[in-house]
């Protein structure tokens, strides 16, 4: 794949405020800077993608087999790839994306066991050597996550049902994620307001990609 453009990804625990920072993101490069901007998630993305998104949130078969729902991430995720974030990429867009293989690595991996080296061979054989330009990943308490979680009056899957000490070891995988791939991602604070973590992630961006500085004088 010959990439132009660049990817970006956001992880953390549910409540963390992705889809939020996602959107912020993507309106600032696009109107302020310019840039081409496609904003995606994960699971979905696309139509298969989507279908498949559909089956692993329902909450009457939240009890998948963990290397079954493991299998349909990957599933979901290749389609996703050379349909949609490859040819992107291609393009010269900036491909931002709301999860990616992390969270398999802390979901499938840490929290439901799977061994964290199939996990791997999945991403080796899904994804090749390619990996996100900039991981951002946003990191909140176990409280906070169950406290963001309760004021939506929306329960979206069985990770919304989660309780704080499951909470709490996908905010340590995350941490963990953080150092292990130091190379592409940051780890912020996103205890504070909206407007604060934002800075934070512009911040974040711009270190990753100087060059936007002479984009948007």
């Avoid at 696009?30 to 998630?41: A, M, N």
């Avoid at 979905?44 to 949130?57: C, N, Q």
């Avoid at 996550?145 to 979206?156: G, P």
Wanted: glycine share 8%; net charge neutral.
């Amino acid at each position: 794949m010959k990439q132009a453009g660049n990817f970006i990804t956001f992880e953390g625990g549910e409540g963390a405020g992705k889809t939020t920072q996602v959107s912020l993101l993507a309106k600032k490069l696009s109107e302020d800077y310019g840039l081409k901007v496609h904003v995606t998630r994960e699971p979905g993305g696309d139509e298969i993608g989507e279908k498949i998104r559909s089956v692993l949130k329902a909450r009457h078969i939240s009890g998948m087999d963990p290397i079954c729902e493991t299998l349909l991430m990957f599933a979901a995720r290749r389609d996703h790839f050379v349909k949609l974030i490859a040819p992107q990429l291609e393009q010269g867009y900036f491909v931002i994306c709301d999860r990616f293989y992390d969270s398999s690595l802390v979901y499938q991996g840490l929290l439901k066991h799977v061994s964290i080296v199939d996990i791997l061979q999945l991403k080796q054989i899904t994804l090749g050597n390619f990996e996100p330009d900039l991981t951002v990943i946003l990191d909140v308490s176990a409280a906070t996550s169950t406290a963001r979680i309760a004021t939506r009056h929306l329960i979206a899957d069985e990770y919304d049902l989660m309780n704080q000490e499951k909470h709490e070891i996908v905010r340590k995988g995350f941490q963990k994620i953080a150092e292990i791939f130091s190379f592409r991602s940051v780890l912020l604070n996103a205890e504070g307001s909206t407007k604060i973590v934002f800075a934070k992630v512009l911040k974040a961006v711009h270190g990753k990609f100087p060059y936007l500085n002479r984009v948007h004088e």
